[in-house]
């Protein structure tokens, strides 16, 4: 792992509930680890491939270069918008607890 620990478990002594829940959002959110990297990785070869593709040929997303899972259409509009209301309530209700999760 990038922070020299094998296993993220090593983490959770340091780590309060609000560090996790802010962690997790930003996960959700921004993807971590493989998926990150594969999104990363999908878009740099989609726009290399769009600058010397053929001059008849479709371009390319970079959903087209990922390897593996299945395509999914993306959220619409509403469902986002509920998703991140969801994560946001989470962080408000633990940071109204005083960062204890277990209410």
Sequence with gaps: MALGLPHPD?????????????WETFAVA???GVARS?????MFLSMY?????????????PEDFMVYG????????????E???????RIQLNTSNGGNSES
């Design 10 to 22: 090593y983490l959770y002594p340091f780590l309060s509930a609000q560090q996790f829940l802010e």
């Design 30 to 32: 921004n993807g971590l």
């Design 38 to 42: 594969d999104i990363y990785w999908g």
């Design 49 to 61: 491939f769009n600058c010397h593709r053929p001059e008849h040929s479709a371009p390319m997303g």
């Design 70 to 81: 299945e395509r999914q259409e993306p959220p619409s509009e509403d469902e986002e918008y």
């Design 83 to 89: 998703r991140l209301k969801g994560l946001l309530q």
